[in-house]
């Protein structure tokens, strides 16, 4: 049974930065895509960066620049670095694996941005 478990959620003003970290357990296959989703109240589910086992990266445009994904493939674990924090990337931010054909996602962790 494979577990996503998020931390490093929080509460920031705008202009800062915060590190999420997302660590799988309960597996020992390898992940071809990893990354992280957010949903803020009255939204979908959107994607906000996904980086693939050989390092391929995507990002939303609303982010480019300002967030960075990174993975550690040994560590069975993804990272999103989010800096010049804006109000409008306030939502739950959801860590999301992906082993053919099965998808994985972590509980959410909540990152509040006040203006």
């Known amino acids: 049974q494979v577990q996503l478990v998020e931390s490093g959620g929080g509460l920031v003003q705008a202009g800062g930065s915060l590190r999420l970290s997302c660590a799988a357990s309960?597996?020992?296959?390898?992940?071809?895509?990893m990354g992280w989703y957010r949903q803020a109240p009255g939204n979908q589910r959107e994607l906000v960066a996904t980086?693939?086992?050989?390092?391929?990266?995507n990002y939303v445009e609303s982010v480019k620049g300002r967030f960075t994904i990174s993975r550690d493939n040994a560590k069975k674990s993804v990272y999103l670095q989010m800096n010049s924090l804006k109000p409008e990337d306030t939502a739950v931010y959801y860590c999301?694996?992906?082993?053919?054909?099965?998808?994985?996602w972590g509980q959410g962790t909540q990152v509040t941005v006040s203006s």
């Open positions: 999301y694996a992906r082993r053919i054909p099965w998808e994985y």
């Open positions: 309960g597996s020992s296959g390898i992940f071809n895509a």
């Open positions: 980086i693939t086992f050989s390092g391929s990266i």
